[in-house]
C-alpha cells in the first residue's frame, strides 16, 4: 500500500485521528472520542457532533478507513502502522526476549520510531497529559535499557552520539546524563566525561536550585578517584504498562497507600484465578510511583503462568543486580553474596519491588530487601501466611467485584449507552461471569469483536457457561479461563485435587467440614487439612466459619474435571454425600420429634461419616444450618436415580419441616418422594407420600382462607 502525507487544517480532526489511531483495529466509542476531543466543553448533542467530525475525517481519509459501529468508530488500518503502537508492540517483544540477543535489536528499532514529541502539532490537553507522559515515559525507560545493554556488551562509542541526543532531548533527566558520562568515560574521553557532569550540575543548579543526585555524584567521584564505578547508579523503572481501564478496589487501595507510611513494607495480594491481583497491583504502582524516585523493580515470577515452570529467584536476584548497574562478570556466585549485594544495593533506597505471580513464599524470600525505605508488593494465588507470620507481611485477600464495579468495568469497555440500553442482558453478563475482572474482560472482548450483536445474544450465549467454561476461551493463554484455572489445580496435591474435582458433586449452595469428610471418604482431620490447601489456593471460599462454597465459574470447571473422571468413583462419591445427610437427618429427626414415623435408613457406604448429634439443641442447629442442603441434595438424589434414599430422605426432614410448619417444603419434598415411589413400584411408599401431600394440600387451603 503506498503512503501519501495527509495535512488536517482543524486541531479537533488532528485529536480525533490521533485517538482513532492509539485504538487503531478496535472500536473507540462516542463517549471517549467526545471527552478527549472537545476536552470537557462538550457540545450539546455529544453524538451528532462527533459524527460531524468523522464524516469530515473520512472526506479527507477515504470512507472505508473509519467503520461506524454499535459501540462507536473503529479505525480501519493495522495497527503496526502507527508509530505509537509499534513502538509498543516491539517495547513488549523486547521485555520478552529480555537477556538474549534479540532484546537490544528490539529496542533498537522501537527508538528509532521517534521523531519529535507525542502529538506534535495537536492541542489537547487529554492526549498531552497521561498519553503523553506514558509514552516519554517509555521512550526514557527503553532508552536508558538501551544504552545499559551497550554499556555491558563494551560497545561505548557506538552509544556516544544516541546519548548525547538522549541527555540534550530530556536536559534535566540525571539517569541519562549518567549514562552519558559513562559511555564517554568509558572509551577513554574521562575530560570531556568530568565537563559534561560539571555543565549537567550549573544547569541544575541554575534552573532548579538543586545539586546533582547521590548516584551522579558516585559518578563523579569515581573519575575523579581515576576508579570505574561498576555499579552503575541505575534508576529502574520496570513497571509494565498501566491498566488502561482499571475499575473499583477503592478500599483495596487505600490499603496499599498504608504502606508508605504503615510499620509493614510488605504487602500479599491474594485471591483466586481471575480476581485482578496483578490490575490492582500494577495499577497501584503507577498511582504511587513518584514516592519510590529510587526506582521500581518488576519481575513476573510465572508462578502460575501456562505451560511455564516458575522462575528461579537466583535467576530473578541476577537480573535485578544487573538492572541495578552491576555488570554481570561482576556478580557473585555465591546466592548468599547476591542476597547480600542485592540488600545493599537498596538499603536507603525508596524502591517499590513487585513480584508478580508467585508460586509460594520461598520463591520471593531471597527477593526481599533487607531495609525499611523500600516497599514490597507480592501477588499471589496463594496466600502465602509464612510471610504474614515472618516478615509481618500484610494480607490483602480480593473479593470478586460489586455489581456496580462490574458495571462500571462494562461500560469503560463498551461504553455506558451499550450497557444502559439493555440493563437486563448486562446483569446477566455479569451474573454469569461471576463478578470476576478477567470473564468480564473477556466478555467485554467477545462483545467488541462482533459489534453488531446485541447484548441480549451475547448473554444467551454466555449462559452455556453454567456447563462449559471454555465458552470463555481466548487464543491467550494466559487469559483462558479453562487454562487460568488448570494451572491452580495441576499444581495441587493429588488427593486436594481429587476432592477439589469432587466438591463439584455436591450440589450446594455450601458444604460443611463434616459433610466434606463424607463426599472424600476421609477422617474429619485429614478433610481439614485438604480444605485448608483449597483455601491456601483459593479454590473454594469459607463464606461462613465452617461452611465452604465454589465460585460459579470453579464449580463448572469442576464438573467438567468429573466429567472425565471415572464415573463408578463419583456415583460413589455421590452416594456418600446423600447418604451423609440421609443418615445425620435421621438422626436430627429422632431428636427432635422421637414420636415421628421416620423411615430406619440402611447402613451407610463405607466413608459415610454421619455427625454425631447428642441432643435436640444440636438437631435444631444442624437443621438450621443444612435445610438448604437437604433439599437440593434430595433433588439430587431423584435425579442421579437414588430412589429409596429420596423416599427416605424425604421422611427424615419432614419433622424439621412440621417444626417450621413449612407446608410448602413439605409438600415439595413428599411430591420428590411419590416420583421416587413410582420409580421403584413401591406401592406402601406411594400411598404414604399422597396421603402426606393430601393432608398438606388441605393445610396450606385452610391457611390460604384464614383471616389476615
Known sequence: MGTAQVELGANRLRTLLAVLALSAGETVSVDRLASVVWAGDLPDNVRRSVHTYIARLRNTLGAEMIETTSLGYQLQVAPDRVDALLFRRLLAQATLARGTEAEPAALEQALALWRGQPFEGIDSPALDGADASHLLELHVSAAERWIDLGLAAGRHSELVPEARKLAARHQLHEPLWGRLILTLDGCGRRAEA????????????????????????????????????????????????????????????????????????????TGTAGVGK???????????????????????????????????PHEVLSSFLQTLGVSKHRIPADSRAMIALYRTLLAGRRALVLLDNARDAEQVRWLLPGGTECVVVITSRQGLNSLVSQHAAVLLTLDVLTYRESRQLLARRLGRECIEADARATDEIIDLCGRLPLPLAIAAGLATATPATPLAALSADLRRVRTDVSVLATRDARTDMRTVFSRSYDLLPSKAARLFSLLAIHPGPDIARAAVASLAAVNRLQADRLLDVLLEAHLVTEAVPGRFTLHNLLRTYAHDLARVADVQLHRQAARRVIEHYLHTAYRAAWLLAPE??????????PGVRPERLAHRRQALDWFRAEHAVLFTVLRQALTNDFPSHVIQLAAAVTPWCDHQ???????????????????????????????????????????????A
Not at 197 to 216: F, K, V, W
Not at 596 to 605: C, F, R, T
Open 194 to 269: 568530568l565537563s559534561t557532569y560539571e555543565r549537567l550540575r550549573r544547569r541544575l543548579n541554575e534552573e532548579l536550585g538543586t545539586a546533582p543526585s547521590a548516584e551522579l555524584q558516585h559518578i563523579h567521584a569515581g573519575l575523579l578517584e581515576d576508579r570505574a564505578a561498576w555499579v552503575m547508579p541505575i534508576t529502574p523503572r520496570q513497571l509494565p504498562a498501566d491498566v488502561a481501564e482499571f475499575t473499583g478496589r477503592d478500599e483495596e487501595l487505600k490499603r496499599l497507600d498504608g504502606l508508605l507510611s504503615g510499620s509493614s513494607r510488605v504487602c500479599v495480594v
Open 278 to 312: 496483578t490490575s490492582l497491583a500494577v495499577h497501584w504502582a503507577h498511582l504511587a510511583a513518584e514516592r519510590f524516585p529510587d526506582g521500581q523493580l518488576y519481575v513476573d515470577l510465572q508462578g502460575f503462568g501456562p505451560g511455564e515452570s516458575e522462575l528461579d
Open 596 to 605: 415421628a414415623l421416620v423411615i430406619v435408613p440402611s447402613p451407610p457406604a
Open 661 to 707: 410448619s413449612d407446608w410448602r417444603a413439605k409438600a415439595d419434598i413428599h411430591e420428590s418422594a411419590l416420583k421416587a415411589a413410582e420409580q421403584l413400584g413401591d406401592i406402601a411408599a406411594m400411598i404414604r407420600a399422597r396421603q402426606i401431600i393430601a393432608a398438606v394440600t388441605i393445610d396450606l387451603e385452610r391457611a390460604n382462607q384464614a383471616p
